[in-house]
């Protein structure tokens, strides 16, 4: 493969704020497109609107690729050949490139200033046009290189006078490019203003910065969000300005709000009780937004669900390790649609993943989370009995603590609708029946307790419920005969004593 084929893409964003669960998106997309292609990743960090930095955004970037594993190989903190790999470090680079584009007559001067076009544009206004625009028309009438002598702009420019420096659009040309998602995009430059491409500050905008870095880095494949569709035909003449080879672009759909139509916003998530974000982000106003890490979603069925969030693999298959995404993965089978977020689905998947995990260690991780320590056998038994109920570790303990410690209340409802007169009697035959069981295991119980039931001619509804009230405090749960082996024979007397004595008080 010679060095021009070999895949080089990169994940671009600027850090305005945490990194929304659709551009976590992005980066998977190409990080999976990277590895399957035998190709680099590449984190490039584009911070060149200083007015939109937020302190702390690049850090978490950097710490939500870690958590979900897809770590870049080439990137700020990591290193590579290309760097540095935040725009703010390469200032020095893009100004060459925008007098370079001047000099070829593809770009120009302006020296029109904030004020002087915010009045033209309310002119335009009041004249019923509302989206005025710098483009090859209304350039004529305006203060730039192009229609001031050339002696004044070589005066301007000594000066220090204030200017950015444009595009220069050309008219009435079709602008085409095969997006790999898309087809083939087709935009008139009648359409399209003249961007500015280098600002008054001395900064580039993301327009010139993005080519330039994309060129310099030999970035194959630009695979980014929807939203950016409308800023590559302009991207597409830069690479013809600058008479370089322009990589391939897939622009992936966007990630819908799960109750109507809409992109899904950093607020749904609060409004709907899910998090948008993949870990927690505090606001310098000390404002929260969730994230997955912290609710307990474990990153591999965050990323599985987001895998499928635009992307199909042609199969039923729903269940998707990292490696089994990176072997199947490829941009043909995204579609062009939205995708609409589903929370209920990511909780399906949180729950499959919880569920594969091996009891061992699904007790290390709920020992982690637990202030009292408790005996490592014992804990592992506990995720055992609980786990095809729960979704998260938290619930393994919240479902099931009465396997770790005698209830201290029993479900309302069911000793409302279950605990008669006769219980505390019928409870009490049971306890002895129980107590004479010599080997204490649940299929043992299951027979003396079946045997009990016909002797007493009673249904399992009329006795089952009683037994789970007293052992754990509960209406629902794993079998009895499970939890009564497992808690053993001594506990078991212990909570039928106790809570038929609450019970009664109660009654
Ligand atoms: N900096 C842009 C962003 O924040 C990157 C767009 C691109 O990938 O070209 O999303």
């Known amino acids: ?42 984190i490039r960090i584009e911070d060149t609107d200083q007015n939109r930095f937020v302190e702390g955004a ?132 009648n359409n399209l203003d003249d961007k500015v491409l280098f600002k008054s500050d001395g900064m580039p905008t993301y327009h010139l910065a993005n080519i330039v870095d994309d060129h310099l880095m030999k970035i194959t494949h630009v695979i980014r969000g929807e939203e950016w569709l409308p800023s590559a035909p302009l991207h597409v003449l830069l690479y013809q300005a600058f008479g370089w080879e322009a990589p391939e672009f897939a622009h992936l759909p966007l990630l819908l709000r799960p109750d109507g139509p809409g992109k899904l916003s950093k607020r749904d998530g609060d409004r709907l009780g899910f998090p948008v974000f993949p ?16 609710k307990g979603y ?19 298959q729903e269940i998707f390790s990292l490696d089994d995404l990176v072997q199947e993965f490829s941009l043909e089978r995204v579609s062009k649609s939205g995708a609409k977020f589903d929370a209920e689905k990511t909780k399906w998947f949180q729950a499959q993943y919880l569920r594969s995990k091996s ?4 007790a290390e991780l709920l020992s982690q989370k637990l202030i009292k320590k408790y005996d490592k056998i014992i804990l592992i038994k506990v995720c055992e009995l609980m786990k095809e109920r729960a979704t998260f570790i938290d619930d393994i303990y919240t479902e099931g603590k009465y396997l770790l410690d005698k209830p201290e209340t029993y479900d309302e409802n069911t000793v409302a609708k279950k605990w008669k007169e006769d219980s505390a009697e019928l409870m009490n035959e049971w306890k002895t029946i129980l107590l004479a069981i010599n ?35 509960q209406g629902i749960g794993p079998s009895m005969f499970e939890i009564a082996s497992f808690i053993g024979k001594e506990e078991s007397r212990n909570r039928i004593e106790e809570g038929i004595t609450k019970l009664q008080i109660k009654h």
């Not at 310098?284 to 937004?289: D, I, Q, R």
């Not at 474990?298 to 039923?316: D, K, Y």
């Not at 009891?359 to 699904?362: D, K, M, V």
């Not at 002797?455 to 419920?465: D, H, Q, S, W």
């Open 58 to 189: 690049q850090e978490y970037i950097m710490d939500a690729m870690k958590w979900c594993g897809i770590m870049p190989t080439e990137g700020p903190g990591i290193g590579g050949e290309y760097g540095p790999y935040i725009q703010s470090e390469r200032q020095h680079l893009y100004k060459p490139y925008a007098l370079r584009l001047i000099k070829d007559e593809k770009a120009y001067y302006a020296f029109d200033t904030p004020d002087e076009l915010e009045i033209v544009r309310e002119q335009a206004k009041t004249m019923g046009m509302p989206n005025w625009q710098y483009n090859g028309i209304t350039r004529t009438n305006l203060k730039n290189s192009l229609t001031l002598p050339h002696d004044e702009v070589e005066k301007r420019l000594a000066n220090g006078d204030a200017y950015v420096i444009r595009m220069k659009m050309p008219r009435n040309t079709d602008v085409r490019f095969e997006d790999k998602i898309r087809g083939w995009v087709t935009v008139n430059t």
């Open 1 to 42: 493969m010679s060095e021009k084929s070999m895949v080089r893409v990169r994940f671009a964003p600027s850090p305005t704020g945490p990194l929304h669960m659709g551009g976590v998106r992005t980066a998977l997309y190409n990080y999976l497109f990277a590895k399957k292609n035998k190709g680099t990743f590449i």
């Open 298 to 316: 474990f990153p591999e069925a965050f990323i599985n669900m987001l895998s499928l969030l635009g992307w199909n693999p042609g199969t039923p």
């Open 279 to 294: 870990t927690n982000w505090i606001t310098a106003e000390g404002e929260l937004y969730s994230g997955y890490r912290e």
């Open 439 to 473: 080997e204490f295991t649940a299929e043992n119980i299951e027979i003396k307790f079946k045997e009990f039931l016909t002797e007493k001619g009673l249904g399992i509804g009329a006795v089952l419920p009683l037994f789970r009230l007293l052992l754990t405090g």
């Open 359 to 362: 009891n061992e260690e699904l």
